[in-house]
């Protein structure tokens, strides 16, 4: 089921206001019913998947638990990396390596006959394979006690607002919620309203209508060159955010509408100074995965320059790796692993210069050439992330630079312009909201509103989304990951 | 502190549906609204030929080279919305209408097409009472049967470039045209062959749905009811689209299907152009869809054999 359907608008309040008038013991069942129903809307064969998952990391994490010994414990934890990573082989990886294989043999001109698996791709199957091992893993080193509960555990694996597309949520900081008895709160309704109510702006005013440009580019990369790649690749720059951004957004309003508290995954990323800074604050909960799981386990910053950087490089190329089954992934990833390791090592270069050229009352502008440079960076990266293939990406590189005119005609040439205008017009207003919040977040001033105020803010609102969101159901750009 | 709030909140409600039904009324008293285009009153007595497809028809037939016509095709029509298109169109008893020219390709029973709720122009010829009666609930249509009906000012830019008309239609053309000359590139033809295939036919293959058939018999009682002559259709596709979808939709198989189909209906003629342009690369936008060129080359050609039909001349 996506959220942008009508089927959520009518799924959503009748599980909220069931959640509040069953009893507090049959809670997780409701909950559970209604996640499963959430994903089965989608294929529901699939959820077999999920329920698998679920019950061999709750019977290997209960294992671990009964016994001190290392050697167990390990053979449990290889079990549950075993099982979910399989899953996820099986399904998302298969086909690319067999693929790449293939091209291997066939170009030393070798017989090579293992054929193609024909399944479709679980939706989430990276965000639940991702938190139900953070869960195993943690069990592994002692950080939890193995959820005795399976009704507990199987919702915390498929808990419906963050089950397809995230936050990556922890298990030391889910699990313990669901034991909580949570009361209808009216603060906690408006609140949770108003920031699902920023994710359908972000998604049906900005991502979906900014898509068809940036399909009509990426998808005919010989027949665009100069500026309509350009602000094809902006395009895209701001879509991927206000797609996954806003997915979060109505994840975590959902979720607090009921009671719950998700992890903040994104915080104004295109606002970071450096590359690192982008990946403290760009899918906070898959970055914080990889640092809690695999960075730190690897030697993190304590080891030798050189092991650090080949310490960054695997966790980057497996990032991109997480995002999809193509050379285009593993290429952005590999680029932001040299991005950082870039920044590390002209760190202190970069720092002395700024300290003996750039003086105080400067500072600002230097912040904003920094952001302006960070940005930039992130922008070319994009284009492998959206592109269709490597080679497509250099046509579009090449494309962007040859024929290049600010004067070009042919820039509105892929979209209707009224529909692109009414984007540009969205991230205008969403940027306006991101600088008036680094002040004072935007719902305590609209709170603070006296009631005739606020209702009027609450319906200019809502009648923005309506009339200017676009509602052709398109999906989130993340599901496919 | 409890019954305030929900006071409120029924006071917001109320007043949400007063404020949207105000813009409704505006918006509709303005105008500006792009799915009146699809009122079936605006065919009212003006056309002889109504042709019901998707977008193989949209993009294939010119009304104005066929001449009296009306293409209330869509794109990604299945039977059950031209079922109930061709009844809206005879609810407002169109005079001079005689013939229905009806898509019968082979993706054209698909499951695929069941479920083809997303595009929703049409949704206001939908009679959802019928539908629900007919082919159980069915939750997708009645979700863009609301929004035609209750938020009818939604997606408001695309209401606008409807009634500015034009903006943008030439540089949308000009996209096209580049799109057919990727179609000339063989990495790119078998990408989009292969994407083609996949949109009308996987990942279940089910090519014969009986929902689609049921409407699809619907279709020609109807027209029999009212004495209309019905004549279907395949429209031109291009060789390697063709050949492409082969294996997973076998011509002998879907003809027979049809043939066994079509013998309760021996009024109908079948016209097959699917290999017609089979050597004309050049007349398609993409693999299944006729550009401008060849859309007017293959309408002059349909033409003709109307006009045949029609004279009683055609064997």
């Known amino acids: ?481 | 502190m409890r019954m305030r709030n929900t006071i409120a909140a029924a006071a917001f409600v109320a007043g949400f549906f007063l404020l949207n039904a105000l813009i409704q009324h505006v918006q509709l008293a303005a105008g500006i609204d792009q799915y009146s285009q699809f009122d079936p009153k605006l065919y009212e007595d003006r056309y002889r030929r109504l042709v019901l497809g998707d977008s193989h028809a949209v993009c294939g037939i010119l009304p104005d080279v066929l001449g009296d016509t009306a293409n209330y095709s869509g794109l990604g029509d299945g039977y059950m919305v031209s079922y109930y298109k061709l009844e809206g169109v005879l609810d407002t008893e169109p005079q001079q209408l005689e013939t229905v020219i009806l898509q019968v390709d082979r993706h054209s029973f698909a499951l695929h097409r069941v479920n083809q709720y997303g595009y929703g122009l049409w949704a206001r010829s939908i009679d959802f009472a019928d539908l629900s009666r007919y082919n159980g609930p069915q939750w997708g249509y009645f979700c863009q049967y609301l929004r035609f009906h209750v938020f009818t000012y939604a997606d408001l830019p695309d209401h606008l470039a409807y009634i500015v008309g034009g903006v943008g239609a030439k540089e949308r053309n000009d996209a096209l045209t580049n799109w057919m000359r990727n179609f000339a590139e063989a990495p790119l033809k078998d990408a989009l062959v292969e994407q083609r295939i996949e949109d009308h036919i996987l990942p279940e293959e089910r090519w014969w749905e009986d929902e689609m058939v049921d409407y699809f018999r619907r279709i020609l009682e109807l027209c029999r009811a009212r004495g209309l002559r019905v004549v279907a259709v395949r429209f031109p596709v291009s060789k390697p689209y063709s050949d492409a979808l082969d294996p997973h939709v076998p011509p002998e198989e879907f003809d027979a299907a049809l043939h066994g189909l079509l013998a309760d209906y021996p009024e109908v003629t079948v016209l097959d152009y699917s290999r017609l342009f089979a050597d004309r690369d050049d007349y398609f936008v993409d693999p299944n869809h006729l550009n401008v060129v060849g859309s007017r080359a293959f309408t002059v050609r349909l033409r003709d054999d109307l006009a045949a039909i029609e004279a009683g001349t055609r064997p």
């Open chain 1, 1 to 481: 089921m996506l959220f942008n359907s009508f089927q959520f608008l009518a799924f959503f309040p009748i599980v909220a206001a069931l959640y509040f008038l069953v009893p507090f013991r049959r809670r997780w069942l409701l909950l559970l019913a209604a996640s499963y129903l959430f994903y089965m809307c989608w294929r529901p064969g699939y959820i077999l998947l999920i329920i698998a998952s679920t019950l061999i990391d709750y019977v290997a994490a209960l294992e671990m638990g009964k016994t001190e010994s290392r050697a167990k414990r390990r053979l449990y934890l290889v079990l549950s990396l075993c099982t979910n990573l399989g899953l996820l082989f099986s399904f998302k990886y298969f086909n690319f390596f067999n693929e790449s294989v293939k091209a291997f043999f066939e170009f030393y001109g070798l017989p090579y006959e293992v054929p193609m698996l024909k399944v479709l791709l679980p939706v989430g199957i990276s965000f639940y394979t991702f938190q139900t091992l953070s869960y195993t893993i943690d069990v592994y080193r002692g950080a939890r006690e193995p959820e005795r509960h399976l009704g507990y555990f199987a919702l915390y694996v498929a808990f419906f607002p963050q089950l397809v597309a995230g936050p990556i949520e922890r298990s030391t900081h889910l699990l313990p919620q669901f034991f909580e008895k949570h009361r209808f709160d009216m603060d906690r309704l408006r609140s949770g309203l108003l920031q699902m109510g920023c994710g359908f702006f972000k998604k049906l005013i900005i991502a979906d209508r900014l898509a068809v440009y940036v399909n009509e580019v990426y998808n005919n990369p010989m027949d665009y060159e100069g500026l309509p790649v350009l602000v094809a690749t902006y395009c895209f720059a701001f879509q991927i955010f206000c797609d996954f951004s806003g997915y979060s957004d109505i994840a975590i309003g959902t979720a607090r509408i009921l009671g719950f508290d998700i992890m903040k995954n994104f915080n104004t990323p295109y606002y970071a100074k450096s590359i690192g800074e982008f990946w403290r604050r760009w899918h906070i909960s898959l970055s914080t995965w990889f640092r809690d799981y695999l960075y730190i386990p690897l030697g993190g910053n304590r080891v030798r320059r050189r092991r650090l950087y080949g310490n960054l490089m695997i966790v980057f190329v497996l990032s991109g790796l997480w995002h999809g089954a193509n050379w285009t992934f593993l290429f952005w990833g590999a680029l932001h692993g040299c991005y950082l390791i870039a920044g590390i090592v002209t760190g202190p270069i970069r720092h002395r210069l700024a300290e003996r050229f750039v003086p105080a009352r400067f500072e600002p502008v230097h912040r904003l050439v920094q952001i302006a440079i960070t940005f930039h960076l992130v922008l070319l990266s994009w284009v492998f992330f959206r592109a269709n293939s490597i080679t497509d990406a250099f046509v579009l590189l090449r494309g962007m630079v040859h024929g290049f005119s600010l004067a070009d005609p042919n820039v509105l040439a892929p979209v209707e312009p009224f529909s692109f205008l009414t984007a540009v017009a969205g991230i205008v207003a969403m940027e306006c909201v991101h600088l008036a919040q680094r002040r004072r977040p935007l719902a305590d001033r609209l709170f603070a509103l006296p009631l005739p105020l606020r209702w009027a803010a609450y319906y200019l609102f809502i009648f923005a989304i309506i009339a200017f969101g676009t509602f052709t159901t398109e999906e989130f750009i993340y599901f496919q990951f």
